[in-house]
C-alpha cells in the first residue's frame, strides 16, 4: 500500500522532534507489509471513523486514513499517550 507524500506541517513536526528519519523507515516497513510487528497498526476508536494508525517509535504514532484509490493518507502524527 503505497504512502502518500506528507503535508508540509507533518513534515516540520517531525523535523522539529529528529522523528523524520524514523518516520521514513517505519514508511518503508508499512508499504511492505501493513502487519509488520514493529508498525503495531491498529483501527482507532471510535472504529466507523475508520482512522488507523502506526508506529512510528514508543512515542509517536502515524494517524492515517485509506483513500478511495487505495492509497494511505497520514492525516496527524501525535504523541501516542497525549
Same mark, same amino acid.
Given at each position: +500500500?503505497? *504512502? /502518500?507524500?506528507?503535508?508540509?506541517?507533518? !513534515?516540520? %513536526?517531525?523535523?522539529? /522532534?529528529?522523528?523524520?528519519?524514523?518516520?521514513? =523507515? $517505519?514508511?518503508?516497513?508499512?508499504? +511492505?507489509? $501493513? &502487519?509488520?510487528? #514493529?508498525? &503495531? @497498526?491498529?483501527?482507532?476508536?471510535? /472504529? #466507523?471513523?475508520?482512522?488507523? #494508525?502506526? /508506529? !512510528?517509535?514508543? =512515542? %509517536?504514532?502515524?494517524?492515517? !486514513?485509506? @483513500?478511495?484509490?487505495?492509497? *494511505?493518507? *497520514? *492525516?496527524?502524527? &501525535?504523541?501516542? %499517550? $497525549?
Amino acid at each position: +500500500m503505497r *504512502v /502518500r507524500p506528507l503535508r508540509d506541517d507533518l !513534515i516540520k %513536526y517531525l523535523k522539529k /522532534r529528529g522523528l523524520a528519519r524514523k518516520f521514513e =523507515k $517505519q514508511r518503508g516497513l508499512f508499504e +511492505m507489509d $501493513q &502487519n509488520y510487528p #514493529s508498525l &503495531n @497498526t491498529e483501527l482507532l476508536e471510535p /472504529r #466507523s471513523l475508520k482512522l488507523y #494508525s502506526f /508506529r !512510528i517509535d514508543r =512515542k %509517536y504514532r502515524a494517524v492515517f !486514513i485509506v @483513500t478511495g484509490d487505495g492509497e *494511505v493518507e *497520514v *492525516v496527524d502524527i &501525535n504523541d501516542h %499517550y $497525549q
